[in-house]
C-alpha cells in the first residue's frame, strides 16, 4: 500500500506530518513525500524545511493519497489547472482514499474532486469549498465514498487515526493511538469555532481578510 | 525570542513538528531547525525528511530549546558524551525554557540536564529516566523550574500549548489552539498506557524489547 503525501512550499508542517505519522506505520505501507519537483519545500513559517523525495511524475498509482493545507496567501499554482492539479486528478483514479488536512480540501476541490461532495477544511476556509463545488460540513472528520477530509491542522491526526481504523481494523488503529499517546490534554477548551472566545475568532477573521488581500510573507 | 528545535538521524518527526506549529507562532519568535550539522535528516520511519537550517555551533543562545525523541533503536549517538550533549549542556545555560518531547526527555537527562528534576517521557521509556538521574512522574506534561517534558509523540502538542500561555498569555495561547483547531476527538480512548487494552500494551512492550536488543532498521 503507497501512501503518497503531497508537500509544496508555504504548506502547514503539521497537516501533512500528523498524517504521515499514523498512515506510515500501518502494516505494508509504503510512504512517499512527493512535491510537484524533487528537493526542499519551506513551510508557512518559512522556519522548517520538509524534502519531497519524489517528483509527481514519478508517482502514479498511490493507494492512499493526503493533501495538507497552507496558511497565509492564496495558494494560486495550487487553486489554479496547472501541473498539480492534473496530477491530483489522474492519481485520484488509481487511489482507494483520497485525503485532505485543513485547507488541503480546498485544493482537492479546486482540481475538481470534491464537486458535490461532503468535506470539511479549516474553519477560516469553509465558505472556498462552496465556491469550489464541494458541499461543505462542520464536522472534524468527513468522509464522503473514498473522499476523506479533516478540520484544521490538527485534525489530519483525528482523520489519519479513523483512516487506519477503517484500513487496518480497530486493533491496529489503537496500538498506533497508544505508540503516539495520542491522549491528547489541550490546555484549553477553546479548539473550535464554536467554543473559541468571541473575541478572538473576531481577530482571527480580520487577519484572514488582510493576508487575502495582502501579499505573502517572503 | 530565538526557539531552537533539534532534528537528527532517526527522530519522531511529530515529537518536532507538534511544538514546532506551536511555538514558531509566538509573537516575536525566530524559530531554527538546528541539527549536529545542516542539512537534511531521515526520521524514524525513513519515509520522511526534515532539513537542519543551522548546525549546532551556529546556534550558542536560544531562549526555548525543543528536543524531540526517536523511535527504534538506541540513539548512541545521542545518549553518550559527544559534541550534541555538548552543546545541550551549553545552550541550557542560556535558554529561559529547556523543553522535551517523548524521548527526548531521555535526550537531556543523558546530559545530565535533568539530573533529580521530575520529568516525563514516552511510557515505553519511562524507566530510561531514572537510569539518567531524572524523577520520572507520570504525567502528560511536566514542568520542573524550567525544564518542560512532554510524555509520548503527540503530547508535544500539549507541552508547547502549556508554554505558550506560560510565555505569551492564554489569550494569545487560545489564538493558537483556535488556529490550529485543536478540538480533539480521537477515535479510540486508548492514548495512554492506562487506558489501552492490556494485549496492546504487552504487545508493544514485546516489541521494544525485540528493538532494543536487535539492530536498526536502514
Known amino acids: 500500500m503507497q501512501v503518497a503525501i503531497l508537500v509544496y512550499d508555504y504548506m502547514t508542517a503539521l497537516d501533512a506530518v500528523g498524517p504521515y505519522e499514523?498512515?506510515?506505520?500501518?502494516?505494508?505501507?509504503?510512504?512517499?513525500?512527493?512535491?510537484?519537483?524533487?528537493?526542499?519545500?519551506?513551510?508557512d513559517t518559512r522556519s522548517l524545511t520538509i524534502v519531497a523525495d519524489a517528483a509527481i511524475d514519478e508517482i502514479t498509482t498511490p493507494d492512499v493519497l493526503?493533501?495538507?493545507?497552507?496558511?497565509?496567501?492564496?495558494?494560486?499554482?495550487?487553486?489554479?489547472?496547472?501541473p498539480v492539479?492534473?496530477?491530483?486528478?489522474?492519481?485520484?483514479e488509481h487511489t482507494t482514499w483520497t485525503?485532505?488536512?485543513?485547507?488541503?480540501?480546498?485544493?482537492?476541490?479546486?482540481?475538481?474532486?470534491?464537486t458535490g461532495r461532503r468535506a470539511t477544511t479549516h474553519w477560516l476556509a469553509i465558505e472556498?469549498?462552496?465556491?469550489?463545488?464541494?458541499?461543505?460540513?462542520?464536522?472534524?472528520?468527513?468522509?464522503?465514498?473514498?473522499?476523506?477530509?479533516?478540520?484544521?491542522v490538527s485534525a489530519g491526526?483525528?482523520?489519519?487515526?479513523?483512516?487506519?481504523?477503517?484500513?487496518?481494523?480497530?486493533?491496529?488503529?489503537?496500538?498506533?493511538?497508544?505508540?503516539?499517546?495520542?491522549?491528547?490534554?489541550?490546555?484549553?477548551?477553546?479548539?473550535?469555532v464554536d467554543k473559541a472566545p468571541a473575541d478572538i475568532v473576531a481577530s482571527m477573521r480580520a487577519v484572514r481578510e488582510f493576508i487575502i488581500n495582502g501579499t505573502p510573507k517572503t
Open 99 to 114: 485525503t485532505s488536512a485543513c485547507t488541503g480540501a480546498i485544493v482537492l476541490a479546486a482540481a475538481g474532486l470534491l
Open 157 to 192: 491526526i483525528d482523520m489519519a487515526l479513523t483512516l487506519a481504523a477503517t484500513i487496518a481494523g480497530d486493533q491496529t488503529a489503537k496500538a498506533i493511538q497508544l505508540l503516539m499517546e495520542y491522549d491528547p490534554q489541550p490546555p484549553f477548551d477553546c479548539g473550535s
Open 22 to 43: 499514523i498512515l506510515s506505520r500501518l502494516p505494508g505501507a509504503e510512504t512517499i513525500v512527493v512535491g510537484e519537483q524533487r528537493g526542499p519545500v519551506r513551510c
Open 66 to 82: 493526503v493533501v495538507p493545507g497552507w496558511s497565509g496567501f492564496r495558494q494560486d499554482n495550487l487553486l489554479q489547472p496547472g
Open 128 to 152: 472556498w469549498l462552496a465556491e469550489f463545488g464541494a458541499v461543505p460540513a462542520d464536522e472534524r472528520v468527513v468522509r464522503d465514498g473514498k473522499y476523506v477530509s479533516a478540520a484544521g
Open 85 to 92: 492539479q492534473d496530477w491530483l486528478r489522474a492519481v485520484d
